[in-house]
């Protein structure tokens, strides 16, 4: 809330006091000043008289908790000694959930109690003997404002939760448009578009079984862990720069022909860089999907591309990528080849430990690898997905 509309709200007032009245709870009450106080308080507040800090307590935690606690340690029938002040505000104070409701502490000027009070939280001291204008002004003060912060406290509620909805929203778009630009980059290739739910669940998998790994602890939270889910599944968007003729050939590529397919990861980080300039406002996810298309075929022992890197000087996305990538491409049904069994795809993987693949990110596969299984049947390409695959590219189906 703005100043100004703070100011509208506690303005709202009457001249007097708030137009609804606000509960006033009223611990201890000494004889000669119960008529000042009800004369003072009445017609701006509902008064409540309350016999102990338990009753107050119980109050403050029901459905209509009170807006102002007024204590009167000067009263005698308070259920404990005068002196007590100091005491009853610690226990008052000691609530979370009371501390945000005002204590006015009415006491005798001659103690030291006032300056306690306050500094142990309270929002006001009244010392006697005072005159009903001044209690007035003080109570009234108190519950201005209670009633500004509790207006203030709605409208950031508010606006929380329309931050969230907001939020939700663009993510959603972010996912539906990442999808959507995967999918069209998918269509001209050999993948069905389920390949691209299949290694981003993979990702995710091997992602949340080494987020305790000391060596990747500290990169893969919660956060980036969702991040490397979304932006999985752009690793390929390169391929949409690849000629027909080579990414579609049906046999073995020759080595010119190799070198043209290699550049597909050169074209998608500067197709998602030429994004990310053109939006001029940095996405997490987009960085993540920057780096998973430049590196998931990079392998562990420098033996990859684009340039050859080698251990942890492969970025955590590439490695995590490679081996969901690999994985799913030797067990999947292509239009010129048929699936491999789960085990012979694992046995291969788990050979190239140490060259192909960094050896925790394969340690971590083999220790999950019945939820590699269940995502592949989750997200299994089906007959018909195959054909239509087939007839989109014209292709004789072996």
């Not at 000027?109 to 006032?114: K, R």
């Not at 980080?269 to 996405?283: E, F, P």
Request: proline share 6%; net charge negative; charged share 25%.
């Amino acid at each position: 809330m703005k100043p100004r509309d703070a100011f509208k709200a506690v303005s709202a007032f009457p001249a007097d006091g708030p137009q609804s009245p606000m509960l006033v709870l009223l611990l201890g009450h000494a004889p000669d000043a119960e008529a000042l106080l009800h004369g003072a308080l009445h017609d701006i507040c509902q008064l409540q008289p309350v016999p102990h800090i338990e009753a107050a307590q119980r109050q403050a935690s029901s459905a209509q908790p009170p807006a102002v606690l007024l204590l009167d340690s000067a009263a005698p029938d308070i259920a404990v000694p005068v002196s007590a002040a100091p005491m009853l505000c610690r226990q008052w104070l000691a609530d979370e959930a009371l501390r945000e409701i005002p204590l006015i502490v009415l006491g005798a000027a001659a103690t030291d109690d006032g300056a306690l009070v306050l500094q142990l939280g309270a929002a006001d001291f009244v010392a006697r003997p005072f005159g009903a204008a001044l209690l007035r002004a003080r109570v009234l003060a108190q519950l201005r404002l209670k009633q500004a912060r509790d207006l203030a406290r709605g409208d950031n509620e508010r606006l929380r939760e329309e931050l969230s909805r907001r939020t939700t929203q663009l993510t959603a778009i972010q996912d539906v448009t990442t999808l959507m630009m995967a999918s069209m980059a998918e269509t001209r290739g050999a993948e069905t578009s389920n390949h691209i739910r299949r290694t981003q669940f993979y990702v995710k998998a091997l992602a949340w079984r080494l987020s305790n790994h000391p060596r990747f602890s500290a990169t893969l939270t919660s956060t980036t862990i969702e991040l490397l889910f979304r932006s999985a599944a752009l690793h390929d968007i390169g391929k949409a720069g690849i000629p027909d003729r080579i990414l579609l050939k049906p046999g073995k590529l020759s080595p010119e022909e190799f070198e043209i397919m290699k550049t597909h990861t050169v074209l998608g980080r500067d197709a998602i860089s030429n994004a990310q300039r053109a939006l001029g406002v940095d996405v997490d996810y987009l960085d993540f999907a920057r780096e998973i298309a430049y590196s998931h075929h990079e392998k562990w022992d420098g033996s990859g591309y684009p340039e050859g890197l080698a251990g942890d000087a492969i970025p955590i996305s590439g490695r995590l990528m490679a081996l969901a990538d690999v994985y799913d491409a030797l067990i999947s049904r292509r239009v010129h080849k048929e699936a491999m069994p789960h085990e012979q795809a694992m046995a291969i993987i788990q050979q190239t430990r140490g060259r192909h693949f960094d050896p925790d990110v394969v340690d971590a596969f083999l220790a999950i690898e019945d939820h590699f299984k269940a995502i592949a049947i989750a997200y299994a390409d089906s007959h018909d997905d195959l054909r239509k695959k087939v007839d989109y590219l014209g292709i004789a189906q072996v």
